[in-house]
């Protein structure tokens, strides 16, 4: 069961047909627009819905990103980008502004993804799996999805 609290108001709920792994909320209206606030559901089997979170969990799109669970799921700070897990050691990152179209594909873990998550700039994600490993992805450029081997200085 999705459930949306609102103080002052009832509470508004949207039963799921299947059993969830893992759920996002965009920190912002999707690519930063302010046009929508969207949350995404993914479920045991790969699929992941989305479900626009001001207009009463109408579902504005539904796709499949795996035959694997999913384990974690974060939309990027600008709320451009949703990054997706998943039991096959691998992440797919999916452009929310674009209508969810495959933004790149990061593959290197070792073992299923337990967390993730951005820079602030939405342009580096951090992967963590089981095997302990923290990967650094340059997601910057559609379709790159490169890992980052290489340190960078700050000074």
Not at 103 to 130: F, M, P
Not at 133 to 153: A, Y
Request: glycine content about 10%; proline content about 3%; some cysteine.
């Amino acid at each position: 069961m999705l459930r949306k609290y609102e103080s002052r108001r009832s509470e508004v709920s949207r039963p799921l047909r299947h059993p969830a792994g893992a759920v996002a909320a965009s920190p912002l209206g999707v690519g930063g627009t302010g046009d929508g606030f969207h949350i995404a559901v993914a479920f045991l089997h790969g699929a992941v819905t989305i479900f626009d979170a001001l207009d009463g969990y109408k579902i504005l799109t539904t796709f499949q990103t795996t035959e694997e669970q999913i384990s974690a799921m974060k939309y990027s700070p600008n709320a451009r980008l949703l990054a997706c897990g998943s039991n096959e050691n691998s992440v797919h990152v999916f452009d929310a502004a674009r209508g969810y179209r495959i933004h790149c594909k990061c593959v290197g873990h070792t073992t299923y993804i337990t967390a993730l998550d951005w820079s602030v700039g939405s342009d580096v994600l951090r992967t963590n799996c089981a095997a302990n490993e923290v990967l650094f992805w340059d997601v910057l450029r559609r379709g790159s999805g490169n890992q980052i081997r290489e340190r960078h200085s700050t000074a």
